[in-house]
């Protein structure tokens, strides 16, 4: 039996335009990225109402099989067959993790004759969200560290600052660290650490942001640290929250693919369940009940 990947490469995928044009995307409002995958504008998208017949069929709780059979191929599945039968129907789902891609796990775009391409590339880089979320993510600890010394106005406590760095990678020798060692141009040495970029908290709030003023708003509200007197620091009091916003506006919206066999498919968001809430952006979910 061919391999999932083999079987992914021995199809012949349908035009991007050809998939958006069966959500009845107009071209303004898809942004191509290639032949093949794509993004809808957000602001057209939110313009569009939900329909009135939309439903959500969820598809949750499954304990994958030794064969990969899980949440993912079942999505699929379904999605496909329920085109096959006539109904107007798209799938949702979170975009895989590089760290589980090249550790056990393997990827998370489904298998066998469900699943959703180009499969190398969502389960790689894709359209570049998951790094724009790192970079943010970073971002704000390097402002924080930036804050601390050059003056450290807020009076952030060095022992008790929460935020780390992420790393889309599977590398346990960076969980516990320590940084800002060289001499006083380097910072204040202090304890610190990378997450996994799936397992930010900034990849739960881009999950569950509903337009750009809303991921603005969320984002400042991120707690980074402490005072010694145990009050908290925002992002906000960094004046962090409009350069996250700017680093994540374009990944704000959602990535079209398709299945194998030509089902649109949103792959956007990729929180871990440990942390979030484990499935695709709320943006979306509401791309499918719209379109």
Same mark, same amino acid.
């Given at each position: 039996?061919?391999?999932?990947?083999?079987?992914?490469?021995?199809?012949?995928?349908?035009?991007?335009?050809?998939?958006?044009?069966?959500?009845?995307?107009?071209?303004?409002?898809?942004?191509?990225?290639?032949?093949?995958?794509?993004?809808?504008?957000?602001?057209?998208?939110?313009?569009?109402?939900?329909?009135?017949?939309?439903?959500?069929?969820?598809?949750?709780?499954?304990?994958?099989?030794?064969?990969?059979?899980?949440?993912?191929?079942?999505?699929?599945?379904?999605?496909?067959?329920?085109?096959?039968?006539?109904?107007?129907?798209?799938?949702?789902?979170?975009?895989?993790?590089?760290?589980?891609?090249?550790?056990?796990?393997?990827?998370?775009?489904? %298998?066998?004759?469900?699943?959703?391409? &180009?499969?190398?590339?969502?389960? !790689?880089?894709?359209? +570049?969200? @998951?790094? #724009? /979320?790192?970079?943010?993510?970073?971002?704000?600890?390097?402002?924080?560290?930036?804050?601390v010394h050059h003056g450290?106005?807020?009076?952030?406590?060095?022992?008790?600052?929460?935020?780390?760095?992420?790393?889309?990678?599977?590398?346990?020798?960076?969980?516990?660290?320590?940084?800002?060692?060289?001499?006083?141009?380097?910072?204040?040495?202090?304890?610190?650490?990378?997450?996994?970029?799936?397992?930010?908290?900034?990849?739960?709030?881009?999950?569950?942001?509903?337009?750009?003023?809303?991921?603005?708003?969320?984002?400042?509200?991120?707690?980074? %640290?402490?005072?010694?007197?145990?009050? &908290?620091?925002?992002?906000?009091? !960094?004046?962090?929250? +409009?350069? @996250?916003? #700017? /680093?994540l506006k374009d990944a704000?919206?959602?990535?079209?693919?398709?299945?194998?066999?030509?089902?649109?498919?949103?792959?956007?968001?990729?929180?871990?369940?440990?942390?979030?809430?484990?499935?695709?952006?709320?943006?979306?979910?509401?791309?499918?009940?719209?379109?």
């Amino acid at each position: 039996m061919a391999s999932d990947i083999e079987i992914a490469q021995a199809a012949t995928p349908q035009l991007i335009t050809q998939i958006a044009d069966k959500l009845q995307i107009p071209d303004e409002a898809l942004e191509p990225y290639g032949r093949i995958k794509g993004k809808v504008n957000l602001n057209w998208l939110l313009e569009q109402p939900v329909r009135e017949s939309a439903r959500m069929i969820l598809v949750t709780a499954v304990s994958p099989t030794p064969a990969g059979e899980g949440k993912t191929t079942t999505t699929v599945g379904l999605g496909d067959a329920l085109r096959h039968i006539g109904k107007d129907a798209v799938i949702c789902l979170r975009e895989p993790s590089l760290g589980p891609v090249f550790g056990m796990k393997g990827g998370a775009a489904g %298998g066998g004759y469900a699943q959703v391409i &180009p499969m190398e590339d969502i389960n !790689l880089h894709f359209n +570049g969200d @998951l790094h #724009a /979320i790192g970079v943010a993510n970073n971002l704000l600890a390097a402002l924080l560290d930036n804050h601390v010394h050059h003056g450290n106005a807020l009076g952030i406590d060095v022992r008790r600052v929460t935020w780390k760095r992420v790393l889309d990678m599977n590398d346990r020798a960076l969980r516990d660290i320590t940084v800002s060692l060289g001499g006083p141009g380097n910072g204040y040495p202090r304890q610190d650490g990378f997450d996994i970029t799936v397992a930010s908290e900034i990849m739960a709030i881009f999950c569950l942001a509903t337009d750009l003023d809303d991921l603005k708003e969320r984002l400042g509200r991120i707690v980074v %640290g402490y005072t010694r007197e145990r009050e &908290p620091i925002t992002a906000q009091d !960094l004046k962090a929250a +409009g350069a @996250l916003t #700017a /680093i994540l506006k374009d990944a704000l919206s959602p990535n079209l693919v398709q299945t194998l066999e030509g089902t649109p498919a949103f792959v956007h968001g990729g929180p871990f369940a440990n942390i979030a809430h484990g499935c695709n952006t709320v943006i979306a979910t509401m791309a499918g009940l719209r379109l």
